[in-house]
């Protein structure tokens, strides 16, 4: 028998506005876009058969819309500011339905969701891109190109956020994307110790080299995919 499997997004972290704005606006037409697919597998109009599918479309419409962080250095500790739930709050407060007082010295979840942060949720599938500026080849400054994970740049800290969080929510597949420059050919390149900063914490891993043109986009984009697995991960 097959298994059942369901996945969602859970949260996305971007620091950008637009493309905060890009992300909400995907969010918002995922499950239309997804209840329109099941209908059209399950045969149109046709009448669905009770089971477990029918308990995940419930699950599916009670859902909170994920959180949209908006820095990823946060990411290693249990809260973080959510631009989508943050404003919600700040709204809700302004028009008066919120009553609650919180004291200044309250901790804990109440205190958290009282500033505009969110509980951050483990995952068990990570995909991400970190910062690419300093190693892309339109940098002018090779020293940061050789320093991007280790340095003080926007590649550093959003490299050291990715691992704050896979230190602290220890997801079971991560999958991790950046330039082809990572990997600079240099006696230690940036992609080394990033394989070395994941096996560190656990991950064997395997590197994929690719190019969107192979996938039929009109330009050569070379990217580097690099699938981490936790070990002794069953399969």
Request: include cysteine; charge should be neutral; charged fraction near 25%.
């Amino acid at each position: 028998m097959g298994q059942h499997l369901r996945s969602r997004h859970v949260f996305s972290c971007e620091s950008n506005k637009e493309k905060m704005q890009w992300i909400s606006m995907v969010n918002s037409c995922t499950k239309e876009c997804m209840h329109k697919i099941k209908k059209k597998w399950q045969g149109g109009d046709s009448p669905r058969h009770e089971g477990p599918q029918d308990e995940d479309e419930k699950a599916e419409e009670s859902e909170d819309d994920p959180c949209i962080f908006m820095d990823i250095c946060q990411l290693g500790g249990d809260h973080a500011s959510c631009a989508v739930h943050g404003k919600q709050r700040a709204t809700t407060k302004a028009s008066g339905r919120d009553s609650t007082k919180v004291s200044d010295r309250a901790r804990g979840d109440q205190y958290q969701l009282a500033l505009g942060n969110c509980p951050i949720p483990q995952v068990d599938i990570l995909i991400l891109g970190t910062s690419c500026k300093d190693m892309s080849r339109a940098n002018p400054n090779k020293h940061k190109q050789k320093e991007a994970v280790l340095g003080k740049g926007g590649s550093a800290q959003t490299f050291r956020g990715m691992l704050e969080y896979v230190q602290h929510h220890s997801p079971a597949i991560v999958v991790f994307e950046n330039v082809d420059t990572i990997d600079d050919r240099g006696a230690t390149s940036n992609l080394d110790i990033l394989l070395a900063e994941m096996g560190n914490r656990g991950y064997e891993h395997q590197v994929i080299m690719s190019d969107a043109a192979l996938f039929g986009l009109p330009a050569r984009r070379r990217r580097v995919y690099v699938l981490f697995l936790m070990l002794g991960l069953a399969c």
